[in-house]
């Protein structure tokens, strides 16, 4: 129905940035949400930062005023840069969406995921 295709991972040291991307295709109405998750081993999967269809932002409290989420409604894209880095950022990032679809129904899709590490 929707498919999610992320990129930009990879390794940077710490205080480095990284920017990561996610493009979302199928059959799109609308979206309602998208954003980014991450899992580090062992541990649940969290919420990094989130926006709406109306351009507000949510975000974890531990990346607030280092990572910064931003939406091309036009593309379908949402975007994620990371700065600042720190080691406890390592993680692997998933994409999310929660979209209309053309036929009216609601769709939550997910990215494959993308590795993030920070060395120190």
């Known amino acids: 129905q929707v498919q999610l295709v992320e990129s930009g991972g990879g390794l940077v040291q710490a205080g480095g940035s990284l920017r990561l991307s996610c493009a979302a295709s199928?059959?799109?109405?609308?979206?309602?949400?998208m954003g980014w998750y991450r899992q580090a081993p062992g541990k649940q999967r969290e919420l990094v930062a989130v926006v709406t269809a109306g351009g507000s932002t949510n975000s974890a409290d531990s990346v607030k005023g280092r990572f910064t989420i931003s939406r091309d409604n036009a593309q379908n894209t949402v975007s994620l840069q990371m700065d600042s880095l720190k080691p406890e950022d390592t993680a692997v990032y998933y994409c999310n969406g929660n979209f209309v679809l053309r036929d009216g129904r609601t769709y939550d899709a997910w990215g494959q995921g993308t590795q993030v590490t920070v060395s120190s």
């Open positions: 199928g059959r799109i109405f609308s979206i309602n949400v």
